[in-house]
């Protein structure tokens, strides 16, 4: 079983380590070998632990926890759960964008394409409308292979810009959902038949 909650203080390092395995696995190839291969997954822990307290903007964190048979051998938590994914966000630091961001969505590898991505959208898209965001939207990178997943959901393309991370220019783009009930429904659980 895997069920989506709100992080917890507990959760930081757990977060940390899909965080840094993430990047690992979907940016070869689009940022320098040498930057992923010195991520701290405890750097990156410390900074999740600041964030799941920081309610500012609105901001949250979710995360995806597989139990029981879904969790990886051998990892289950000691809270009887592995963490592996999470979603994070809160309002829009460009509100011309959009009235909410999501800010981050990372998943391990072994659990895409079973809809967790998309709980874990819906989980962020149900806060946001709860605290007052009429859109939402989201940067991601050009070149980041699962950017499709957006678009399937009904994001629109809105804006692009080119950045410098890692040393190197990248171009990031925008996708939105105006209004916000188009994300909600575009995540919403399949009918049971």
């Known amino acids: 079983m895997i069920c989506i909650r709100r ?11 899909v965080h840094v395995a993430t990047w690992r696995t979907v940016y070869p190839g689009v940022l320098p070998d040498g ?9 990156h822990a410390a900074g999740y632990e600041a964030a799941i307290g920081d309610r500012r903007h609105g901001h949250a964190i979710f995360v995806a926890v597989a139990m029981g048979a879904d969790a990886p051998a051998g990892q289950e938590g000691a809270e009887g759960g ?5 979603v994070s966000g809160g309002r829009s630091r460009r509100p011309q964008l959009g009235d ?19 709980r874990l959208v819906r989980a962020m898209a149900a806060h946001l409308a709860a605290i007052g965001c009429r859109s939402a939207m989201l940067w991601v990178l050009k070149d980041n292979p699962t950017r499709w997943f957006y678009g399937r959901l009904g994001g629109r393309l809105i804006a692009r810009e080119a950045i410098r991370f890692a040393g190197q220019g ?16 575009a995540t919403a659980p399949a009918p049971e038949v």
């Open 82 to 86: 592995t963490v592996i994914g999470f």
């Open 100 to 118: 909410g961001e999501i800010e981050t969505l990372y998943l391990l590898d072994d659990y895409r394409d079973r809809g967790v991505g998309r």
């Open 170 to 185: 990248l171009e990031q783009l925008a996708f939105a959902w105006d209004p916000i009930e188009a994300l909600l429904l």
């Open 35 to 43: 930057y992923l291969a010195s991520m701290s997954t405890l750097r």
């Open 7 to 17: 992080a917890r203080p507990s959760d930081a390092a757990a977060i940390g380590t």
